[in-house]
């Protein structure tokens, strides 16, 4: 198998994985847990498994709702209104339904994935009809799924899935943004900024402007997945979150200040 075939089947394990895992969870939570608001502006629990059962049933080919959405104040963009008509339509849907609704879906689309992997070379449709390969639109759906998954868990107090097979993929998906969450923090001449990612994935990104990358660092920022994907999910205040500091500390406040890559 080429790498491409390789990252593919691993996706989607991993997705499969996030959902199941996320399945499970829900099915323990109280009504009132149901009910919980999320780091989602907006949206419950019972709203973030609609968003993962509405996405899921579009990728096995069923249409979405004809539905006129409310005026809502968490809705700003194109892209949000084509989310929020997943969810909207499914607020009044009983937990139990939604969920046997997730379950099928997830497995009728885990099922199709496994019959049939996408080609390389193929394109998948992603948010606002926009066509990416066929290996970065599955990375993003296993990030987008377990984050949402990790949005229910931190809502009803259960410790983060962060050595889950989707948690390194996330992992990865943001680190290949790191370079310009650096340049937005719009560093001067000579600067190098090094992540460390801790446990359970060790990683280390170094981003040096108009410098070597084996020069002194200017920042080292230090922290585990848990702390880095909810930040870079902007899940998270800057404020608080468990980050070790070593230099600038003025730089890394503009760094994880511009963290946050999510809509």
């Known amino acids: ?21 996320t399945i499970a969870l829900c099915a323990t939570l109280t009504p009132a847990q149901w009910r919980t608001p999320t780091a989602c502006p907006g949206w419950t629990v019972h709203d973030q498994v609609a968003h993962l059962a509405g996405i899921e049933a579009l990728l096995v ?5 004809a539905h006129q959405l409310p005026p809502l104040p968490h809705v700003n963009s194109d892209i949000d209104r084509e989310i929020e008509i997943d969810v909207d339509v499914r607020r009044n849907v009983p937990s139990a339904v939604l969920l046997d609704e997730l379950r099928e879906v997830a497995a009728r689309h885990a ?20 066509l990416l ?19 229910i868990r ?3 107090g259960h410790e983060p899935d962060d050595r889950a097979p989707a948690a390194e993929i996330a992992t990865e998906v943001f680190l290949r943004g790191f370079d310009a969450v650096v340049e937005r923090a719009a560093p001067p001449a000579g600067t190098v900024v090094v992540l460390e990612i801790t446990e359970p994935f060790p990683n280390t990104r170094v981003v040096a402007f108009d410098a070597e990358p084996t020069s002194t660092p200017t920042v080292t ?5 848990a702390t880095y994907t909810s930040l870079s999910a902007g899940r998270i205040p800057v404020t608080g979150a468990r980050v070790e500091i070593v230099g600038d500390r003025a730089l890394a406040r503009a760094v994880l200040a511009a963290m946050a890559v999510t809509p």
């Open 133 to 151: 390969r066929a290996r970065t639109a599955l990375s993003l759906r296993v990030l987008d799924a377990w984050v949402h998954g990790e949005d």
């Open 111 to 130: 099922a199709q994935l496994r019959a049939a992997p996408p080609d390389p070379a193929t394109t998948l449709p992603h948010l606002g009809g926009v």
């Open 61 to 65: 080919g069923r249409p979405r709702p």
């Open 1 to 21: 198998m080429t790498d491409d075939e390789l990252a593919i089947a691993r996706a989607i394990e991993a997705l499969d994985d996030s959902l199941q895992a």
């Open 154 to 156: 931190r809502a009803t």
């Open 221 to 225: 920022l230090r922290m585990d997945v």
